[in-house]
């Protein structure tokens, strides 16, 4: 079958780094998506990795291993605004759709 | 920048009434969804529609119904709303690709209560 794995939640310290990482089983694969979710408000769009290897978007990097079916979402110099949950997101081959984790709450401790 | 919006933020319902959530996008885009959000369960698809006019079904489309009269306008219907419908819904707009690779973008959401 087709599923994702994310842990449920994280705790980090305000100014370190932290590492969420996200599994995925697909049939197909065209990319995977990573948004970040602040609490009562919509999912905006983070990264989207078609290539094995580790982007950087300031703070933020994405990492994909597609042979591993493994993606990671980097983020440092941790700030309280980062307090979010994480979702990891792959798209059904040819299908229009997103098969969605079901997300990682980040909890930022001063 | 894309945009989407959502008819209302919050709104409360009785059961057994007829509900319309509204969604309009402001980018040509092809693709349209609506979710539902539940703690610990995540984004589940409800609708989604790739054409004016065309709808598909997603994972929960029990339910509901929806419509696509107009390119920018993707309309979610609770025919008679039930108490497990109280979640948060989201609209959904992406550009046209057909293998999901197109970003999508979500708007504001709506928390439906019912009572």
């Known amino acids: 079958g087709q599923n994702i794995d994310q842990p449920t939640e994280m705790t980090a310290t305000e100014g370190a780094i932290v590492q969420i990482n996200c599994t995925y089983q697909t049939s197909g694969f065209n990319g995977l998506f990573w948004y970040q979710q602040h609490a009562g408000e919509a999912p905006t769009f983070l990264s989207y990795n078609v290539l094995d290897g580790l982007e950087e978007k300031g703070r933020f990097s994405s990492f994909l291993s597609r042979s591993k079916g493994y993606s990671y979402l980097l983020l440092k110099e941790l700030q309280m605004k980062d307090s979010a949950s994480y979702l990891c997101?792959?798209?059904?081959?040819?299908?229009?759709?997103?098969?969605w984790g079901a997300g990682t709450k980040l909890i930022i401790k001063p | 920048d894309v945009k989407v919006t959502q008819s209302s933020r919050y709104l409360v319902k009785r059961t057994g009434e007829k509900v319309f959530l509204e969604c309009v996008q402001d980018m040509d885009h092809e693709n349209m969804f609506w979710y539902r959000q539940d703690p610990g369960l995540g984004l589940r698809l409800i609708y989604f529609s790739y054409d004016v006019k065309m709808k598909e079904k997603g994972d929960i489309p029990e339910g509901y119904s929806v419509s696509r009269e107009k390119k920018e306008r993707f309309s979610l219907i609770l025919e008679s709303a039930s108490t497990n419908q109280t979640s948060m819904y989201l609209c959904?707009?992406?550009?046209?690709?057909?293998?999901?690779?197109?970003?999508?973008?979500f708007g504001p959401g709506t928390r439906l209560t019912v009572l």
């Open positions: 997101a792959v798209p059904m081959d040819s299908n229009y759709q997103l098969i």
């Open positions: 959904a707009s992406s550009l046209s690709d057909r293998d999901g690779s197109d970003t999508q973008y």
